[in-house]
Nanobody, 121 residues
Framework: QVQLVESGGGLVQAGGSLRLSCAAS????????MGWYRQAPGKQRELVAT???????NYADSVKGRFTISRDNAKNTVYLQMNSLKLEDTAVYYC???????????????WGQGTQVTVSS
């Protein structure tokens, strides 16, 4: 069984910073891309940032220059450093990972349980 466990969410004032972490555990052969998505109340889940196994990154326009995604392959962990937070960043943030369970298997997408980020004025 593969699990993604997020941590680091919370309440922060506008302009502040938070760092999210997501660790993958269980039995698997390889983690390909990892990423962060978010879902605000009444809105669809949207991509925030992704990072592939080689370290190439992709960001939503709304977070470019403020958020930084990184990963530690030795720890099977992806991070999201969020700076200059805005009220509109308030959402539940979900970790996602494309994981290959065995050498012979196709990869599949896995999701974490989500962590709440609330930005106050």
């Amino acid at each position: 069984q593969v699990q993604l466990v997020e941590s680091g969410g919370g309440l922060v004032q506008a302009g502040g910073s938070l760092r999210l972490s997501c660790a993958a555990s269980g039995s698997f052969f390889r983690i390909n891309a990892m990423g962060w998505y978010r879902q605000a109340p009444g809105k669809q889940r949207e991509l925030v940032a992704t990072i592939d196994s080689g370290g190439s990154t992709n960001y939503a326009d709304s977070v470019k220059g403020r958020f930084t995604i990184s990963r530690d392959n030795a720890k099977n962990t992806v991070y999201l450093q969020m700076n200059s937070l805005k009220l509109e960043d308030t959402a539940v943030y979900y970790c996602n990972a494309d994981i290959r369970r065995t050498l012979a298997a196709w990869s599949s997408g896995y999701w974490g349980q989500g962590t709440q980020v609330t930005v106050s004025s």
